[in-house]
Structures are given as C-alpha cells and as structure tokens.
C-alpha cells in the first residue's frame, strides 16, 4: 500500500483564478486530503468508498487541468478503486426486462431499510423488478457504496442524440412511465403572458400577467423516441447526465462558412471569460451590464466557431448597428451580410435578423445557421421569443442581455431554449472595471398635467446649466413641442426619425464640440445608433420596455476621469397610462442602487477616484 499511495498523491499546478481556485478545492476535498508538511493531496480511501466509479472518473479528469495528475496516476487511483470497490462487490445482476437475475439477501435488507429506494423496486413473487430504467444509474452508484455491485447492460441507460428534420430525437432503450414523467416536464414550457387589462368603460388599466404550458415534445412509445425542439438540448442533457445516463450525440454540423474572418478586436479579462464558459458546451446566456462589450463576446464565438450564424435583435436600427461590427471587427464585407427585416430579405452565412421577421419568415431559417445569437434576449416579448427559438434548428446558441431579470419573470424560458446563464457581470463590476461612470442622480419627480412637466423640465436644465443633456420622448409630436420651447433658451438640436442621417450626424458633431448642449429625441436613438456621451438623460417620455430605459441611461454613464451621471424621470400622474409605465420599469433602478455608491460620486467629485478601491454592494436583491 506505501507503494501505491505514493502514486496517489498529488499536488496543485501553477496559480488560479479566485473561481478556479474554489472549484480544485471543491474537486479535491471529495476524493482526497491535504498533508501540510508536503503541501500535497493524497486520495483518502475512506472518501473514494462514498463514491461511484463515474463520480471518481469525472473528478480525477477535471483535477488533471489543475494538478500534476498525469495517465498514470490516475490509473493506480482508478485501479485501486476498482480492486477495492468493484471486484470486492457482491454482484447484483439486473436483465433487460429491469429484472434483478442475481439477488442477494444483502440487497432485500437494505431495501427494508432504505426509503428512497425502495420505492424503486417492485417484488413479482420471488423476483424483484426495477420499476424504470430511470433508476438504474441512481440505484447503481446507492448500492456499490453498501458493498454490492450492480451489472446491466450500458445500453439500458444510454441515449442516442440526433437532429433529424430540424428536431432532436432522443433514442431510449426503452421509455416507461417514470421516464416519460420525467421527459414531460422537461418537455414542457411554463412562461408568463402579458395582457392589458381594461375597465367598465373599456379604459387602459395597466397590464397583467397569465400563466401559459406549452408542451413542445412527442413520444413514439414502441420504438423509445423523444422528439423535442433542438433548443432544449442543454436542458435534456443537463437532466440525464445528472441521473447517469450515458449521452450519445449523433448531431452532423453543417459545414464551415467559406468567408475569411479577420479578428480586428481584443477582449477584455472579462470577455475572455464569458467566452471560456461559454465554448465549453457552446450554449448559454451571458448578461453583462450596459457598456460591458457584450456583442463582443458574440464576435469572439463567431470567430471561433466559423459556422453559418444568424444574429437576432430587436430593432431595425440594431440590425444596422450589427452589420457595422461584422464589417469593422471581423472583415465581413458589406455584401457578404445577411439583413432580415426593414424591409430586406437576404440571406447569407451570416445574418442579422429582427425576432419579429425571424417568426415570419422561419421556414426558410431553419437548416440554415448552426449559430444563433439571441441579442438583448431576456427583453423580447415571450411570445416573440418562443416562437423562434422553438423552432430555429441551430445547435448553438448564445443569448445576451444587460440583466438576468425579467419583468414578466420569464427568464426560465430564455434558459430553457439558449442555455442557463453562465456569466453575470452588474454595475457595480463595471464601477470597479472604471468602464461606467457612477450615477450621482437618480430621481423621479412627479407633476400633474403638461404645463407642470415642462416646468419641471426646465428647472432640471437650469440646474445643470451648459451640461451636455439628452431628453427622450416617445412621441414626435412631444418632442417637436420641446424642441420650440427651448429655443432661443438654450443650444438645442431636435432629432427623430424624420431627421436625415447627415444632419443628424452634424447636429452630433455640435454636441460633441459644445456648440450644443441639448438634443430632444424620440425612440429613434434607444439604441441601435452610436450616441456622443451625455452627461444628463431626461426621461420626458417613456414606455414601460426595461430595455429602453436601460438603453437610456447607457447614453449618460460611459466613462471618463471626473464624470457622474445624472438621470430624471419626469412622470405625469394624471395620465394613467404614463403613470403604469413609470410603475413596470421603477424596478431597474435597482440594478444601479448600490451601497457605497455616494461615497464613490464624492471622490470623484474631488478628483480622487484613483486613490480609493471601490466596494459596492447591492441594497436590495436585485436578482
């Protein structure tokens, strides 16, 4: 045994990373304890007896990206394992009718004994049956630790993956009842909707929420098959492998696209990282603050992966905004662009698409892109959403966001159908990486009627007198009656989505150089359209959309040395529906409010920000 421990030690390799760190420490206190005196690892017989065979294997290969571990320590430790705790078993030998052949008196005890797992188990006269070949990797690895070794063939508990016609199929051995129950859940899609409620007189009254199911599979009973949508793959993955199934995936890519990418952008520490976790299955959801360089991340997969790729985004102006990242950071000439939407349809390996004609035109999509890349994900209406990531067939998928949080709480089925969420980067990360500048204010201020806002619009402008301030309406007309109110008042430009793109990018070159301070808008600039920096938002107008706010007082917190942002919404309570609106984005403050915030604005103030490590910490539960 002195010979074989020797074998069995190990030690951890070069440094960590905070999360890596925690992650090998994890890994080897299940199978291992530490010798101070040789700051080494060595495998604890006693907690390689609590696990199963795969348990030990799936550890031992992660700790080899963190240790000395090479082949062949890793096969004594194995070895050791399996002459202990395999050959030493008592076999208990199960058929492919789940009929346990070679019982033991030693397995009837702890049947007698165990709650969970007698439940498992059906007594047919003399014989004990296992109920589903659900239990048979769960049962297997409970009984190997009670000394007894369970043996059935790795077919019963292997499933065969494959993208047959735009779907996944899932091929069993066998589907029974608990199997099926198991199947049908993961197969069904529980997501809130969103419906205007309206009173006696059929007046707006705000909105509600009514929860829907959407069942989204089918079973084939005699031949074992599960049909689902290729966009829950991770989540049927996920499920089995945590029950031990064996996955075999049979899924042919399509081809690599033949355009010659140029990759003419560097990413940042963080940006790294979201990537890494994101190509280890190549599916999940990344949310990353406003500012943050979250497209980057999808340039850096594109990059990486080269296959046919569609980009979804909400607006018309994004798709505009994408075509410019895929010239500028990755050489894709302008033709070579796909663009779905605004009025254009044409297809190409790499397409930038709205959601809206994504839906319409989904037929001619699929079979088409092996990538998907769901932009601004968590803030598409659920009924927009479903209906293209249900039914695009890609087999990768990133989805992006400036927050984990949905208003309608629907963020379960973005999870679902793209991946769970992978990284999460706040504010206050974007505080500390100085990538955005602290917000000094951020208030409401309530009045009655349109005489009462406009005056209250125009105390705000006194108070920040020659500050560069960008004010957002939602209605043209609104802004065109702002626009002749300040005239005359102060410098002011006006721009809709009237106003021609060469003026506009004049009136933004007198923004810049300070020959204006003031731009009205309307919704033409929520996003898809690069901003000059502003130092003051004013939220004259707004809808109820957490992602155009969000995008809003983006326009005021990029950062520069000395800068504090300022955002006020100006709510007029007499107007119900303006007033409902202010109540279903209130919450989005909170992704700001956090604690140690006013002291930061302070040494900014006085020009000290660099002396001081800024700690931030979330009021409230934001999440």
């Not at 690892?41 to 907690?47: A, G, I």
């Not at 319409?360 to 803030?379: N, Q």
């Not at 106003?499 to 204006?516: D, I, S, Y």
């Not at 707004?542 to 706010?549: D, K």
Request: net charge positive; hydrophobic share 40%.
């Amino acid at each position: 045994m002195k010979e074989h421990e020797r074998l069995i030690a190990f030690r951890k390799r070069g440094l960590l990373s905070k999360k890596k760190f925690e992650h090998f420490l994890d890994l080897a206190r299940r199978i291992a304890v530490f010798e101070p005196e040789t700051k080494k690892w060595r495998v604890s017989p006693e907690k390689l007896g609590r696990l199963s065979a795969s348990e030990v294997k799936d550890i031992l290969e992660e700790l080899r990206e963190y240790t000395d571990l090479d082949e062949a320590k890793i096969g004594s430790i194995l070895g050791y394992y399996k002459a202990e705790y395999v050959d030493g078993c008592e076999r208990i030998v199960i058929d492919k009718k789940l009929v346990v052949r070679e019982c033991s008196e030693r397995l009837r005890e702890i049947l007698r004994s165990d709650d969970t797992l007698r439940p498992m188990f059906e007594e047919r006269g003399s014989f004990l049956l296992l109920r589903s070949i659900l239990y048979l990797p769960h049962i297997a690895s409970i009984l190997q630790r009670h000394g007894l070794q369970v043996v059935y063939d790795e077919e019963l508990a292997t499933v065969v993956l494959q993208r047959i016609h735009g779907k996944l199929y899932a091929s069993f051995y066998r589907i029974d009842k608990p199997l099926y129950k198991l199947l049908s859940s993961l197969g069904t899609l529980v997501y809130n909707e969103e419906r205007v409620k309206l009173g006696p007189a059929r007046e707006y009254r705000g909105t509600t929420f009514v929860k829907k199911k959407l069942r989204v599979y089918q079973v084939d009973w005699r031949r074992g098959v599960y049909v689902t949508s290729m966009g829950l793959l991770g989540r049927i993955e996920k499920a089995l492998k945590e029950r031990g199934f064996k996955i075999v995936r049979e899924i042919r890519e399509l081809p690599d696209i033949k355009l010659n990418l140029e990759k003419r952008f560097t990413l940042y520490p963080h940006q790294e990282e979201a990537l890494r976790l994101w190509l280890r299955e190549k599916r999940g959801t990344i949310a990353i603050f406003t500012r943050g360089g979250k497209s980057f991340i999808a340039l850096g997969a594109i990059y990486a992966l080269r296959k046919p790729t569609l980009i979804l985004v909400p607006t018309r102006e994004l798709i505009y905004t994408w075509t410019g990242y895929l010239e500028d950071y990755l050489g894709v000439p302008h033709g070579s662009i796909g663009r779905l939407g605004g009025g254009e349809k044409i297809l190409r390996e790499i397409t930038v698409s709205t959601y809206t004609s994504a839906v319409r035109y989904i037929d001619e999509l699929k079979g088409r892109y092996e990538l998907a890349v769901f932009d601004e994900a968590h803030h598409v209406p659920a009924s927009t959403f479903k209906e293209v990531a249900l039914h695009i067939d890609s087999l990768y998928r990133m989805a992006l966001s400036a927050t984990p949080r949905r208003r309608d709480g629907n963020e379960g089925l973005l999870y679902a159908l793209c991946g769970d969420l992978l990284y999460t980067l706040t504010y206050a990360d974007l505080l500390k990486l100085k990538m955005v500048a602290p917000i000094e204010v951020f208030d409401a201020i309530f009045v009655e009627g349109e005489e009462e806002k406009l005056r209250a619009l125009l105390k705000i402008l006194d108070k920040h007198r020659g500050a560069k301030t960008i004010i957002f309406t939602q209605r043209l007309s609104t802004a065109k009656k702002i626009y002749e109110a300040l005239r005359g008042k102060t410098r002011v430009e006006i721009i809709t989505g009237e106003t021609p793109v060469v003026k506009r990018e004049m009136a933004f070159k007198k923004f810049l150089e300070g020959r204006v301070n003031v731009i009205v808008t309307t919704t033409v600039l929520d996003e898809g359209i690069t901003v000059p920096d502003a130092e003051v938002a004013v939220i004259y107008e707004g809808s109820g959309e957490t992602r155009q706010l969000i995008q809003r007082v983006g326009r005021v917190i990029g950062y520069h040395p000395g800068k504090t942002a300022k955002i006020y919404e100006i709510v007029d309570i007499s107007n119900p529906r303006e007033k409902n609106a202010y109540r279903r984005r209130s919450w989005i403050r909170e992704l700001y409010l956090v604690e140690g915030l006013d002291k930061y604005v302070d040494s900014v103030k006085r020009g000290e920000e660099d002396k001081i490590r800024p700690s931030f910490q979330y009021r409230i539960d934001a999440y």
